[in-house]
């Protein structure tokens, strides 16, 4: 596994204040400002001052995990159309929430139905805004693209998803992982 700049800047300043000039003089890398403020867009330092950084704990760094499920959530929806939430996902919104399966905490996949003669479009589309579509991606959010050849999706609450007979199927085919989710099936 690579060094990163937060294990050079841990290591070399712990929790105590430093300069962006102290850490280009001891990293050697002469674009420290840009290195810093890039760490501190992703929550794993704090400006502290004018020039001056502090390196957070891990209890003290946000949770950035919402944040970029919501970003592939939304680059879905703005995706080009016809399209609909399949599988897991379009569980999760049959069940206006109250049903979801996680099986991590660090990664999450939206299930997606696409009709099979778009779903280059939508490889390019996701690439284009980095978005994964493989299961070599083991943590932070990636897409499970489903092709179709007949897609008529139904709307919830503004978000296309795939018909509930389609949802009822797949509850009824996997009862180990789905239990009692047709219980809370709105609609």
Partial sequence: MAITYIDVLSTLFGGRRFTAREFARRSGNPRAAKVLSDLKLRGLVERV?????????????????QAEWARVHDTVLSGPDPKAWAGETALEI????????????????????????????????LSAHRVATTSKKRIGARVA??????????????????????????????PALYGTAGELLIG
């Fill in 49 to 65: 001052g004018r020039g001056q950084y502090r390196c957070l704990s891990p209890g003290e760094r946000p949770d950035l995990r």
């Fill in 94 to 125: 049959w069940t206006a929430g109250r049903y979801r399966l996680a099986p991590s905490l660090h990664s999450r996949v939206f299930h997606l139905a696409v009709p099979r003669a778009r779903k280059d479009d939508w490889i390019r589309y």
């Fill in 145 to 174: 693209m489903t092709t179709v050849d007949d897609l008529n999706p139904t709307m919830i609450d503004g978000e296309p998803v795939v018909a509930r007979s389609e949802i009822e199927r797949l509850i009824r085919d996997h």
